[in-house]
Nanobody, 118 residues
Framework: QVQLVESGGGLVQPGGSLRLSCAASGSIFRINTIGWYRQGPGKERELVATSITGARTNYADSVKGRFTISRDGTKNTVYLQMNSLKPEDTAVYYC????????????WGRGTQVTVSS
């Protein structure tokens, strides 16, 4: 089993920045891919960014150039740096983990709320 805990959400003004953290514990050696998803009010869940072990990162077009996903292996933590935030970035942000060979994300955190508003 793998446990994921997100933190770092909050209220920020448009144009501001936040850094989300996703702390992983448990059988993390199984994990090959970490993804950040978000779900805004009245919207479908959207894959925002992915980090694949030994491979490049990927981003949704809506956040490309503004968001950066990174890992700190010493802390078993994945970050999502969010800059130039917009009101449409308001959502609950979830991190998810996928095992090598898995077609779907196997583990999910509970989410952290990000609200972008003046």
């Amino acid at each position: 089993q793998v446990q994921l805990v997100e933190s770092g959400g909050g209220l920020v003004q448009p144009g501001g920045s936040l850094r989300l953290s996703c702390a992983a514990s448990g059988s993390i050696f199984r994990i090959n891919t970490i993804g950040w998803y978000r779900q805004g009010p009245g919207k479908e869940r959207e894959l925002v960014a992915t980090s694949i072990t030994g491979a490049r990162t990927n981003y949704a077009d809506s956040v490309k150039g503004r968001f950066t996903i990174s890992r700190d292996g010493t802390k078993n933590t994945v970050y999502l740096q969010m800059n130039s935030l917009k009101p449409e970035d308001t959502a609950v942000y979830y991190c998810a983990a996928k095992q090598l060979g898995s077609e779907k994300y196997d583990y999910w955190g509970r989410g952290t709320q990000v609200t972008v508003s003046s």
